[in-house]
């Protein structure tokens, strides 16, 4: 059994992440598996090394251990641009040179688990005018998910103690794997890295859930194996709202900075005891 964590380095940890980890991190323990972290610093424009050293510090603080160095995703962009490839020589990827404007303007753009669902403007484009464009203009990589979809046929994942899910993939639309800025999406990172990794059971909040049909997807589409998911109850404040990193008094550092103690805190997390007037729920 392999977990892992995988933070964003683009603020501090709170007491919602200290759930996820000490989740993933007993999960393993117990099972005399693996935990292992990885820092999910992709976004170049947000991410900040003050923030890595940071979550670092506040899972050491939890007394939770890990096996292995961090994997990065800054140290795997090559990886991402080999899958993007990969999906580009079999046509089911393809360039879109529209703006966000373009996007908000279309009046038949539904609403998916992603947000719009893109309405297709760029996918079907002659290859002159398509080739011309990408010289010259900023474009980001969409998946044609109809393509996809065909391809894989029906897919499901097993939730933990739940049975099968189905991947509703399509409802997404067509999703950017990677932009100009940013050479691959959160979900294209991240599938590959947990098959890199050999992650059996992925764990983490159910605000994630609807991102594992995309997952599931790219698993399928690149031959990977599929883990076992997790989703597990998100962490709300006193305002009954889920944990934000704006949330400065439920951060790990400012708990840290008032003297709590942290193994004391993972083990009632670990039990599903949650500080006064913070509580758990399914979204
Ligand atoms: N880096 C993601 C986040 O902080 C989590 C990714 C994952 O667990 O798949 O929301």
Redesign the pocket.
Known sequence: MLTRF???PTGELHLGHAYSAVLAHDAARAAGGRFRIRI?DIDGSRSREDYVAASLADLAWLGLDWDGDPVRQSDRLADYAAGLDDLRRRGLVYPCFCTRADIAASLSAPHGPSGAVYPGTCRDLPAAPRERRMAAEPHCWRLDMARAVAETGELAWEEAGQGQRIADSQAHGDIVLARKDAPAS?HLA?TLDDAAMGVTH?I??AD?AA?TDLHRLLQALFGLPTPLYRHHALICGPDGKRLAKRDAAASLKSLRDAGADGPALAADLAAGRLPTGYSLQNP
Do not use: E, F, N
Request: charged residues 20%; proline residues 9%; without cysteine.
């Open positions: 995988a933070p964003s999910d959160y991240s992925v983490r909040g994630l991102s």
